[in-house]
Every structure is written in structure tokens, then in C-alpha cells.
């Protein structure tokens, strides 16, 4: 693998990624930008991460559009599902993963850390975290080809399970109380919600 750096961005297939971690000459990368505008699922109905339509799209016909020799750098992963730590929310069975998008835990440790935050809500606190926490500029992603930022999904689950959790696209914040997984209608293309796919590369 070239030499890279966290922070750094790489090309990889067709789009731009942000290196995240490093781990044993491994790299976790997410896509600078919302590349997709897709629901969480194709049905109102209580979902996980586990059983909903946009892994099966991630890990299925967006991961086909990568060649042969990228694929080969992709690295199958087992990703942990916890329960939401604020509403007890079941987060779902252990997944096999090769794209996947990040979870609430992961996006609090690699865009600066805000696990305090996570882990010790304010009394006042019930669906965002804090809109001062220094961390949700870092956040922030744009629409692909836009000038615009957007708001982006994490495959934790919401306050309920027919919400998952996502990020303000005003602000950067966590919207840990959730996003209806069914954002509008498909037949109408309002499902907005922006998608940031995450894998693992050697």
C-alpha cells in the first residue's frame, strides 16, 4: 500500500476517500463526499443495520462497480452493532461487511473524538448532541459534484428502529435520535438521505 497518512486522501476506484485509521499496513477510508442519495430501507418498518436495503446495496451492486484488482484490496471485515447508548435501541446481529457504513461509535472516534459526549449526555440532551461540540465542523460532507453540504446516514439505529442515526448537514452534529430509515417516497426520489460508504483496504 503507498505510503499514506490518516487525514490524507487517496483515490480508489472512482471517487476520492479520507483515510481514517491504519492498522497493520490496513487502512479504514470513507468517501470525502456523499457520493449517494438512497433510504436506509425500502419499508417503514423496524430495521437494523443487518437486514436493511442499503447494506445489500453496498455490499452487493456498489461493490460490483469496483475491477478486479481493486476488490482485491478490499478486506472483509466483522463490524459490531451496539445497541444506541442513549435510547437502548437494539443495533442488530455482528455483520460480514466488506463495504459498510460507519456507526455511531466510529464517527464520534475518527472525526475528533466526542465519545465523552456519547457517553455522558447533558440533562437537557434528548436528540442531538451538542451544537458547540468542536467536532461537528469535521463532519460536514458535501453532495458529490455540489457546492452544498448535506446530511449523511450511520447504520446505528435511532431512538427507534425505524430510525438511524445520521449527521446534520447544517452543522456537522449527530442526530442520535434518528432519521426515518424511509426519508419520502422512492416512487417520488425523495429518499435524501446522503451515503458515505467506509471499507477497509490492504
Not at 499514506?4 to 477510508?29: E, M, P
Not at 443495533?91 to 463495504?99: K, L, M, P
Amino acid at each position: 500500500m503507498e505510503e499514506i497518512k490518516i487525514g490524507s486522501v487517496l483515490s480508489f476506484g472512482d471517487y476520492n476517500w479520507r483515510v481514517l485509521d491504519i492498522q497493520n499496513n490496513t487502512a479504514l477510508i470513507i468517501t470525502e463526499e456523499i457520493i449517494d442519495q438512497r433510504p436506509y430501507h425500502d419499508a417503514y418498518k423496524d430495521i437494523t443495520w443487518a437486514d436493511c436495503t442499503l447494506r445489500k446495496y453496498l455490499n452487493g451492486e456498489f461493490y460490483e462497480k469496483f475491477n478486479a484488482a481493486d476488490k482485491s484490496r478490499i478486506i472483509t471485515v466483522i463490524n459490531k452493532n451496539l445497541d444506541n447508548q442513549w435510547y437502548g435501541t437494539k443495533g442488530g446481529e455482528d455483520t460480514e461487511d466488506n463495504i459498510f457504513l460507519l456507526s455511531l461509535e466510529e464517527v464520534c472516534k475518527y472525526f475528533g473524538d466526542s465519545t465523552s459526549k456519547l457517553n455522558n449526555p447533558g440533562k437537557n440532551q434528548r436528540y442531538w448532541f451538542q451544537r458547540k461540540d468542536e467536532n461537528n465542523s469535521n463532519r460536514l460532507a458535501k453532495l458529490h459534484n455540489k457546492e452544498w453540504a448535506w446530511w449523511w446516514w450511520l447504520r446505528s439505529p435511532g431512538r427507534v428502529n425505524v430510525k438511524a442515526v445520521y449527521i446534520f448537514g447544517t452543522d456537522g452534529n449527530i442526530g442520535i435520535q434518528g432519521n426515518n430509515i424511509l426519508k419520502g417516497n422512492i416512487s417520488d426520489g425523495k429518499c435524501t438521505g446522503g451515503v458515505r460508504p467506509a471499507l477497509w483496504i490492504k
